[in-house]
């Protein structure tokens, strides 16, 4: 049966190859776009997670049903022991503290609303490798005034690097307290509003502002962003669950979520046009080397074979097709993501973003293998019904096309 129908599908070569170019065509546009996909999405994820969120963070787990004026109560109140703990294990590579705040940023002028982290300058630079610094440099040691302003709060306040500004905040008593810094530097993330809204400045500046000795989040690094998960369930087990709470990056990233989803299903619909496409070009060639061959399978039948045989020959060849075509789409789709990826294609800034970056085309395995799967079962799909037909054909009708 398997040599008989490589015989067929070799016999007539022009439209077999015309038929392999169709599907073949399809399934390497579901590589080149399916590992763009993931490129965008992968690079959007570490962009996250080192400019802004750490792989994991650890709250009060209370801190979030209070109100940000009441910062003493959301407090971690000994981060040393849960640090070192984190610290221990082999997949964390570092551990840091922050203090989140509300704040109001004074330029000699008006007061802009902002949101204010402490940091931990020499940490968050290993941490921060896609924050870029569009001016200035990064804050320098624990102990310093200087305080680095994200690009939307340097363009409202139209501040620079070396101008002095007041930050304004509520201390832990309630208190109104005020502290005079240095800009040292002005940054660019991938979220624009994260940069409109966002000032850092060192931890101890922030513990002496809000008049606390404390921190509200611990921010852990991780050595591989696979192990997020991981650790998150280590981390639960380990900890006070009634005390303190373990978020994932991805937990904290509503736009990333919202974005997966989003190319997830335009990847998808691309999928059913894709699948279509093939149904549609495979079966024109199905249906015209059964009305072609209608004479070649009354003579088969007339000597002995069955309706079933047909149909069984007809599934055959275009498994065949659907192999060879979908295989040598596969590759070529792998080989121009190669070539590609090798060059880079520069793209604009996307929504909520000030910053463009360089695509890829990822070879992804489960996008691989559904993009092979599309091109088999689009193949055998159009040749099920032309099959049918020609194992249902009425011998003796069948016999008078060879006169």
């Not at 551990?95 to 802009?112: K, P, Q, S, Y």
């Not at 204010?116 to 941490?127: F, H, S």
């Not at 498994?319 to 520069?346: D, K, N, Q, R």
Request: net charge neutral; proline share 3%; hydrophobic share 45%.
């Amino acid at each position: 049966m398997l040599r008989l129908a490589l015989r067929n599908v070799l016999r007539h070569r022009l439209r077999t190859a015309l038929t392999l170019a169709a599907i073949g065509s399809g399934v390497a546009g579901l590589v080149l776009s399916g590992g763009f996909v993931e490129d965008s999405l992968l690079q959007l994820r570490e962009a996250t997670i080192h400019s802004q969120l750490g792989h994991l963070q650890i709250h009060r787990a209370d801190s979030r049903q209070e109100r940000s004026s009441a910062q003493s109560k959301s407090m971690n109140d000994n981060p040393q022991s849960v640090m070192t703990r984190v610290r221990s294990l082999p997949q964390v590579d570092d551990v840091m503290a922050r203090v989140n705040f509300e704040a109001a940023l004074n330029n000699g002028r008006a007061d802009i609303p902002v949101q204010g982290v402490g940091v931990q300058p020499d940490k968050e630079a290993r941490l921060g490798t896609s924050l870029k610094m569009i001016a200035g440099r990064a804050l320098v040691g624990e102990g310093g005034y200087e305080i680095l302003l994200g690009e939307g709060v340097a363009n409202a306040s139209k501040l620079k690097p070396g101008d002095r500004a007041t930050l304004l905040a509520n201390s832990s008593s309630g208190a109104l307290n005020t502290l005079d810094f240095e800009v040292s530097g002005i940054f660019r993330t991938f979220s624009k509003d994260y940069d409109a809204r966002v000032v850092r400045i060192s931890l101890a500046a922030a513990q002496e502002l809000l008049d606390l000795r404390t921190v509200n989040a611990i921010v852990v690094s991780l050595k591989t962003t696979e192990a997020t998960d991981e650790v998150a369930a280590l981390l639960r087990q380990e900890l006070d669950h009634g005390v303190y709470e373990t978020k994932t990056w991805e937990e904290l990233a509503d736009f990333y979520d919202k974005t997966v989803a989003l190319y997830r299903r335009q990847f998808a619909v691309l999928q059913v046009i894709i699948l279509i496409a093939v149904l549609l070009s495979v079966a024109n060639s199905v249906n015209m080397s059964i009305f072609e061959r209608t004479g070649e399978f009354g003579t088969l039948m007339a000597l002995g074979n069955t309706g079933q045989m047909i149909f069984r020959l007809g599934i055959m060849e275009n498994l065949l097709l659907g192999v060879i075509g979908s295989g040598c789409g596969v590759l070529v789709g792998m080989l121009l993501a190669w070539g590609i990826s090798a060059v880079g294609i520069p793209m604009p800034p996307p929504p909520n973003s000030n910053a463009g970056y360089t695509a890829s085309i990822r070879i992804v395995p489960w996008v691989v293998l559904s993009s092979f799967l599309v091109g088999l079962v689009g193949t055998l799909a159009a040749a099920i019904i032309p099959a049918r037909k020609a194992a249902q054909l009425p011998v003796v009708e069948a016999l008078r096309r060879n006169v």
